[in-house]
């Protein structure tokens, strides 16, 4: 143990090393609490619909440009760039907290599986290929954009509009890491791209949510109502479930469900290294420069599948009565991925360079792709809501295009202005099609890895999205009769 003699602890003082993370967490906090309580008190912010952590957000990316300028400086350090606000740090945040989030949203309904009360709802598939050929109208609608304007601005890459998707439908998480693919391969600032995609999506998810709604409320089908708790009727009853381990034991229960999420996490990260290391000792330079980056990038879709995986062990043990109790609570693992989710999207919006919006290239191409994806987003899933769900689109509509534009807390949030306590099976649909939409949508981020190899794979992958939206919207759209919809 001689080795150990040498090694010199930093001081506590060291701000770098002990304080700079905490500090910017606790900023992100502090702006999600400033966010609350401006949504509460002023009413044309909770008129917005625009979710908590998303104004918490835009304070924050507000209050890092006001303090960068400031020339304040905290332990012998400016607030800039390389202290407080370190970009890096807040798309780490960013990085790992959707991948948290989707792995605690994944680890729930055990109890119910093992119960055998979890069975697929009969609009389960079709809501996938809703979800899906969103992606797809939004992903070739991009391309075409980006490949006309890539010969008018030379910095902005034929293969940029594919961020659109990524950032409109998936959400900021997933526009960050496409957008770190992006620019690791040329785009100069692709990340900071998709990142702007994403954050406009949830003024385009508010701003075409408040046009429906008002729309509803003209025609009479919009009936006011009380404002509601945020937790349903189940979730409430579901702290202490049957065959579940205490709230409070020798082990705090909350505690239980963050060490499953972080050792599912772990495995994930075990699986992305080997994978790694295999893909570097095969030499092969496309599987180098090009699967290499994506096992990092979507990292959060490989917690989703090592999640599904300890479901279906436990489920095992559970009825060889090799284990006695549920370890996993849907109740708490709701709510530490709404923290997760929360956390992404005030961290994401901050890491955001504005700088960039002097560029007219960014300008132009990024005005382009959010005010026609939004307008094709909003126009497209109207026309499909009103033949899929004949019973209920005006529900469906709200759910999906808030998903569609920002993500399923915004789709929820719209939704409960028509249905406030889920009467409708649209809440569902959001959830089931979502699981639905992993090995449906799967090509199109398979696509990502390809469609910045020249102008061959940009066409290929172009004609194949459509191929697939063709497809997808024919088995949407046959043997349903459309009925007319005020």
Same mark, same amino acid.
């Given at each position: 143990m001689r080795f150990l003699a040498n090694v010199?602890?930093?001081?506590?003082?060291?701000?770098?090393?002990?304080?700079?993370? /905490? %500090?910017?967490?606790?900023?992100? #906090?502090?702006?999600?609490?400033?966010?609350?309580?401006?949504?509460?008190?002023?009413?044309?912010? +909770?008129?917005?619909?625009?979710?908590?952590?998303?104004?918490g957000g835009f304070l924050g990316l507000i209050i890092k440009y006001l303090l960068n300028g400031s020339g304040m400086s905290i332990a012998n350090l400016q607030i800039d760039s390389t202290s407080l606000f370190d970009a890096n740090a807040l798309s780490a945040f960013t990085?790992?907290?959707?991948?948290?989030?989707?792995?605690?949203?994944?680890?729930?309904? *055990?109890?119910?599986?093992?119960?055998?009360? /979890?069975?697929?709802k009969p609009l389960a598939v079709?809501?996938?290929?809703?979800?899906? $050929?969103?992606?797809?109208?939004?992903?070739?609608?991009?391309?075409i954009v980006t490949i006309v304007l890539s010969f008018v601005f030379l910095n902005i890459p034929s293969y940029a509009g594919f961020l659109l998707p990524m950032g409109y439908g998936q959400g900021p998480g997933q526009a960050l890491n496409v957008g770190a693919v992006f620019q690791g391969v040329g785009f100069a600032f692709g990340r900071d791209f998709g990142l702007s995609i994403a954050s406009?999506?949830?003024? !385009?998810?508010?701003?075409?949510?408040?046009?429906?709604?008002?729309?509803?409320?003209?025609?009479? *089908?919009? +009936?006011?109502?009380?404002?509601?708790? #945020?937790?349903?009727?189940?979730?409430?009853? %579901?702290?202490?479930? $049957?065959?579940?381990?205490?709230?409070?034991?020798?082990?705090?229960?909350l505690t239980v469900q963050i060490a499953i999420i972080f050792f599912v996490y772990g495995l994930s990260w075990l699986f992305i290294y080997v994978m790694e290391q295999l893909i570097l000792d095969s030499g092969i330079a496309f599987l180098i420069n090009n699967l290499r980056p994506l096992l990092y990038g979507f990292n959060f879709i490989i917690v989703v599948f090592v999640a599904l995986f300890y479901k279906v062990v436990t489920r095992t043990l559970l009825k060889a009565k090799?284990?006695?109790?549920?370890?996993?609570?849907?109740?708490?693992?709701?709510? %530490?991925?709404?923290?997760?989710?929360?956390? #992404?999207?005030?961290?994401? %919006?901050m890491a955001i360079d504005v700088t960039l919006v002097g560029d007219p290239g960014f300008l132009v191409t990024l005005l382009i792709l /959010?005010?026609?994806?939004?307008?094709?987003?909003?126009?497209?899933?109207? &026309?499909?809501?009103?033949?899929? &769900?004949?019973?209920?689109?005006?529900?469906?509509?709200?759910?999906?295009?808030? =998903?569609? =534009?920002?993500? !399923?807390?915004t789709g929820i949030a719209l939704l409960r202005e028509k249905d406030p306590?889920?009467?409708?099976?649209?809440?569902?649909?959001?959830?089931?099609?979502?699981? #639905?939409?992993?090995?449906?949508?799967?090509?199109?981020?398979?696509?990502?890895?390809?469609?910045t190899q020249g102008w061959l794979s940009l066409i290929t992958v172009l004609a194949i999205l459509t191929l697939i939206f063709s497809i997808y919207h024919y088995f949407l759209t046959r043997k349903s009769k459309k009925i007319k919809i005020q």
């Open positions: 010199q602890p930093l001081p506590f003082w060291d701000f770098n090393f002990y304080w700079s993370g /905490v %500090i910017q967490f606790a900023i992100i #906090m502090a702006v999600l609490l400033l966010a609350n309580v401006l949504r509460r008190k002023l009413k044309f912010l +909770k008129a917005s619909l625009l979710p908590v952590a998303v104004i990085y790992h907290a959707i991948a948290i989030g989707f792995g605690a949203l994944t680890l729930k309904g *055990i109890d119910r599986l093992y119960e055998g009360k /979890v069975r697929n079709k809501s996938g290929m809703v979800i899906v $050929n969103s992606y797809l109208i939004q992903g070739i609608f991009g391309l406009i999506g949830f003024l !385009a998810a508010s701003l075409g949510g408040v046009i429906y709604l008002r729309k509803l409320k003209r025609l009479g *089908i919009l +009936k006011a109502v009380e404002d509601t708790s #945020m937790e349903s009727k189940e979730e409430s009853t %579901i702290l202490e479930g $049957n065959g579940q381990i205490p709230l409070v034991d020798a082990v705090d229960k090799w284990m006695k109790r549920i370890y996993t609570n849907d109740f708490l693992l709701n709510r %530490i991925a709404g923290l997760a989710f929360d956390v #992404m999207m005030i961290a994401s %919006i /959010v005010i026609g994806g939004g307008y094709i987003t909003y126009y497209y899933l109207g &026309y499909l809501t009103k033949i899929v &769900y004949t019973h209920y689109p005006h529900e469906a509509w709200l759910v999906f295009y808030g =998903t569609m =534009t920002g993500t !399923a807390s306590y889920f009467e409708t099976p649209a809440a569902n649909d959001i959830v089931y099609g979502s699981s #639905m939409a992993i090995p449906l949508g799967f090509p199109l981020l398979l696509f990502v890895g390809i469609v």
